[in-house]
């Protein structure tokens, strides 16, 4: 990596604070990024800042703003628990109405999409069905399906392979319970009490992802609010980690202190937790970077209770994780590698795909079936119609690993071309090739075989690494050709090349013998200046081409 590139990721990285534009923060995140890979700031039971903090209204009291402050504070996830009274969906929290109707807050949120269209909301819908009658509680999921309908045009049905893309100008709501016709967004199934636990979050098509949740909410007994700060830490640990590809949900929400005799929270009790929390993750992030995952959090933009201060962090965080992973040319960049076809899970890659429903059944080994071509994969090889352009990485969703598109069935192959550029091939350079797949597979680079296995890896797991030779490598277009056979179970595939420069092997432009020969075209040849600097055109003097000086007329 040269010098000046990594100057501007230092820079970059020890920039204190992004100048946030709230309303807009959103625009500026990678279309390519998956919903697992964000840091959303969250706001728990949303709609309470009209309650009372005084006696019983004061334990349902967790935010000061309303959801439109809210979202100019830069909240994008809403926690509603609306209820049916008889004649309309009103928002509760507990017992406790917070006169707000559902249909003002969808209206509020998708007022806000309209206004800004490259923003994107998050919703998770519970049934607070305390204050129902029999009459009500049935009534509920009758209303619900009209109330989401009515907005149809900003929802989203949830997919594991949905991206920020795809979210733009959209709100996914996410319901802990059934209703008519649904889910229009996702189901959030399964769960826990005041503990950390796993929900399976579903969408229409039965896709699935589990999200991981953190919501100790009573820590009202000596030693539990500390224990909660651990909780919140570990989840945090697990969402930072990418060893897991899910959701995670962590909430900054819950209350120490509770009232004598009925056991309800107070409001004090909220305010406790509230700073306590706020400030632990805060303090927890100065020196780290990753996905948080979603944050819930009571008085969000409040800094009273540090609530801005940590939207911002939540926010900020995005931006720090991906800085350095970006270099001057917008290439990929993990460490010390530098990507020239990033794997899909990082950036979406397209594919030339070419399918057979044939495999034996029984297989234990890659099948020998025909080849859609004789020269399928070398460089040259111009696919027929019979091959279909794919979104990359491809998987099941029974495997919970980041994929773009669905692995249909079992037992049927792919071939698969993914072509790539080189400005140049480094000699100071040493490329390597790495790939995950289920099940058995060969791997060519430019029609030179890489490897060929009966084997598989786990997509959540290591990906194969192979060295590439540069003689393997063109200047300019390259070809990643792929044999892949799914057997039973899981399926999936992804790849991508990177290189590790090492600076001991650069010669110098110095030691660099002069060639007198003179030429006046340059043809395919890679031409730099001494400076070492890329020519497309040069004029007269000395150049570098193919690793030697030569005069240029």
């Known amino acids: 990596m040269k010098k000046h590139t990594i100057f501007i990721i230092l820079f970059l990285c020890l920039l204190p604070i992004r100048a946030i534009d709230y309303k807009n923060w959103m625009r500026s995140l990678d279309d390519n990024l998956f919903l697992s890979r964000l840091s959303i700031p969250g706001s728990h039971d949303a709609a309470t800042s009209s309650c009372s903090s005084s006696g019983l209204a004061g334990s349902a009291h967790t935010q000061t703003y309303t959801i439109a402050q809210q979202l100019e504070h830069g909240v994008r996830m809403f ?29 509020t949120l998708c007022d806000f999409l309209d206004a800004h269209p490259r923003e994107f909301i998050f919703v998770i819908m519970r049934h607070e069905s305390d204050i129902e009658s029999d009459a009500g509680k049935a009534e509920w999921a009758n209303q619900m399906a009209s109330y989401l309908s009515a907005k149809q045009r900003f929802m989203i049905d949830y997919s594991p392979t949905l991206t920020v893309k795809e979210m733009r100008g959209k709100l996914l709501v996410m319901s802990r319970n059934a209703y008519n016709g649904g889910p229009i967004g996702g189901y ?4 826990g009490d005041n503990s950390t636990f796993d929900r399976t979050l579903t969408g229409t098509s039965g896709a699935y992802m589990t999200m991981s949740t953190q919501d100790m909410y009573d820590v009202a007994a000596s030693g539990q609010l500390a224990q909660k700060v651990t909780a919140i830490q570990n989840m945090l640990d697990r969402s930072m980690g990418e060893k897991e590809y899910r959701l995670f949900l962590n909430h900054a929400s819950g209350y120490s202190k509770k009232m004598p005799i009925i056991g309800v929270s107070t ?46 962090v939540i926010i900020n965080n995005n931006f720090r994780t991906y800085a350095d992973e970006r270099d001057a040319n917008n290439r990929v960049v993990k460490g010390n590698k530098v990507y020239y076809a990033p794997m899909g899970r990082d950036r979406l890659w397209q594919g030339m795909c070419y399918f057979k429903d044939d495999p034996k059944n029984t297989s234990s080994t890659l099948d020998d079936l025909s080849a859609p071509a004789a020269l399928w994969k070398a460089v040259a090889y111009v696919p027929t119609s019979a091959w279909v352009s794919k979104d990359m990485p491809m998987g099941s969703p029974s495997y919970l690993a980041p994929y773009r598109t669905t692995w249909e069935g079992e037992y049927n192959t792919y071939w698969i071309r993914r072509e790539f550029m080189l400005d140049e091939v480094n000699e100071a350079t040493t490329y390597y090739l790495e790939a995950y797949h289920d099940d058995h597979y060969e791997i060519y680079v430019n029609g030179r075989l890489i490897e060929r296995v009966n084997s598989q890896t786990e997509p959540n797991g290591t990906p194969v690494v192979k060295k590439i030779t540069i003689s393997s490598l063109n200047v300019g277009k390259n070809v990643i050709a792929v044999h892949i056979q799914q057997n039973t179970g899981g399926a999936y595939f992804d790849c991508g090349i990177y290189g590790i420069f090492d600076s001991d092997k650069q010669v110098a432009i110095s030691e660099i013998e002069e060639n007198k020969t003179t030429f006046s075209t340059v043809e395919k040849a890679v031409v730099y200046d001494l400076s070492g600097r890329k020519v497309s055109s040069p004029g007269k003097g000395i150049y570098l081409i193919d690793g030697q000086k030569k005069m240029f007329r």
Request: aromatic content about 8%.
């Open 79 to 107: 926690d509603l628990r609306p209820a049916w009274d008889g004649s309309d969906m009103t928002i509760y929290h507990g017992i406790v109405s917070t006169k707000v109707k559902l249909s003002d807050a969808l209206n």
């Open 188 to 191: 959030l199934n399964g769960g």
């Open 267 to 312: 409001y004090e009790g909220v305010q406790e937790c509230a700073r306590t929390c706020n400030k632990a993750i805060i303090d927890y992030m100065k020196d780290k970077k990753g996905p948080m995952g979603f944050v819930l959090m009571d008085f969000a933009g409040d800094n009273d209770y540090q609530g801005q201060e940590l939207i911002d």
